[in-house]
């Protein structure tokens, strides 16, 4: 009796210790001084609530290992994020994870100087629409840097930059998530050395309307592989992620100043890379501020590898391309919608403001032309598109590459 008496006391125990665990976490969160290291033991920890870290300066949270140390909210029954830090300055993450979350992973706002490194976000169910909406998540902040980081499985994007200031996205894995990498709404941001593969779309680049910063830009995407990004689309519905269709490697939608080279694309069964306006989502807005179209995106020197298949057949555009091409879909696909104030009066673009193309290697082009071929539902059917990148044969100067403001 005296050892089913220990048996059953055992399970008891461990609740006492991972609920002392949350405890102490969390006291460490609010009483940390400047210079202060938090160490996290290794170990799979059940948290039942928000952890929160709000007005501190530099200050370095590390875990033993990225599967060393586990922090796993399949239980969670207060907030919607895991991690959330707040109004801080010169913030380390390192070495663990954050698993099953509600909401989002980890969620950092109005912060300046952020370092995501060696963590990973996941959600172990595989891709549903009922997994939380971001893995690593800075919102509203400067000097953003994720590196050697893994994200999985999110409702939304696996790794996700929006309105920011300064940032490096780089030697980072995504997979399972509706968008790998998504950068919205910033500035400023090198997206590079990354591997992004069998997510609904690998890397978007979006500005979208209604959000307290209107006009990203700035934006280079390079020396990433961007593979096999087919996986149905499982956003919640009314997300805006969810209008991406299946099959998509790049998307670049309603921004400027973007430059997309020495990439390695592969097998997107839908468009290698897409540059598009906002009115592709045939969405509507009332944001007078918002500027709805692309323009000065230079796309060169990428390799584009694709096998016969067939696109997604669950988007319009999808529909459109498998009758049109059936199972040889054109890798770069422009919807043809330049900003009308660069349009001079002999409707000449400047080569600074139009979309370049240069030097991709086994990329065909389609422009969809959508203010002409889309005026009625069967008009796209029967329009004559073009197909002849020398509209794109022009060249733009580099962006600079991004420097953030503290050490790294």
């Not at 590898?305 to 669950?314: A, F, G, K, M, S």
């Not at 008009?379 to 060249?395: Q, V």
Request: aromatic share 10%; proline share 4%; with cysteine.
């Amino acid at each position: 009796m005296k050892l089913v008496r220990i048996l059953l006391s055992f399970p008891i125990l461990i609740s006492i210790c991972w609920a002392e665990f949350e405890r102490d976490l969390q006291l460490k969160l609010i009483l940390a001084e400047p210079g202060d290291t938090i160490k996290l033991e290794s170990g799979l920890f059940p948290i039942l609530g928000t952890l929160s870290m709000e007005g501190k300066n530099n200050i370095v949270i590390k875990g033993s290992g990225m599967n060393g140390t586990i922090l796993n909210f399949s239980t969670q029954v207060e907030g919607a994020q895991g991690l959330s830090i707040t109004n801080c300055k010169n913030i380390i993450l390192e070495d663990f994870t954050v698993q099953d979350v509600k909401g989002d992973a980890i969620k950092c706002q109005y912060t300046d100087g952020i370092i995501f490194r060696r963590i990973k976000t996941q959600w172990m169910g595989g891709p549903k629409s009922t997994n939380g909406a971001y893995g690593i998540y800075p919102v509203q902040c400067e000097n953003v840097l994720v590196e050697k980081c893994v994200a999985i499985g999110a409702s939304d994007a696996g790794i996700y930059v929006g309105q920011s200031n300064n940032i490096i996205v780089r030697s980072s894995e995504a997979f399972n998530n509706v968008a790998g990498i998504e950068i919205e709404n910033s500035t400023n941001a090198d997206v590079y050395g990354n591997n992004v593969y069998e997510n609904t779309g690998g890397i978007l680049v979006f500005n979208l309307p209604d959000l307290i910063v209107k006009d990203g830009r700035m934006i280079r995407i390079f020396d990433n592989i961007i593979k096999e990004n087919n996986i149905e689309n499982f956003a919640p519905e009314g997300n805006i992620v969810g209008k991406v269709p299946s099959g998509t490697g790049i998307m670049v939608m309603a921004t400027e100043h973007v430059e997309v080279f020495e990439n390695t694309i592969i097998n997107n069964k839908t468009a290698g890379t897409a540059v598009v306006s906002y009115f592709i989502t045939e969405e509507k807005t009332k944001d007078k501020q918002y500027n709805p179209y692309t323009s000065s995106i230079y796309i060169h020197d990428n390799s584009f590898i694709r096998e016969p298949q067939i696109p997604t057949l669950d988007h319009d555009i999808g529909i459109l391309l498998f009758l049109r091409y059936f199972r040889d879909i054109p890798d770069i696909i422009y919807d043809g919608m330049p900003d009308p104030k660069y349009v001079g009066k002999t409707n000449l673009i400047p080569d600074s403001r139009r979309l370049c193309l240069a030097n991709n290697k086994n990329a065909e082009y389609l422009n969809l032309d959508i203010s002409k071929n889309f005026q009625s539902w069967y008009s796209p059917f029967i329009a004559d598109f073009n197909t002849d990148d020398d509209e794109c044969d022009c060249d733009q100067i580099p962006l600079p590459g991004v420097v953030l403001r503290f050490n790294y």
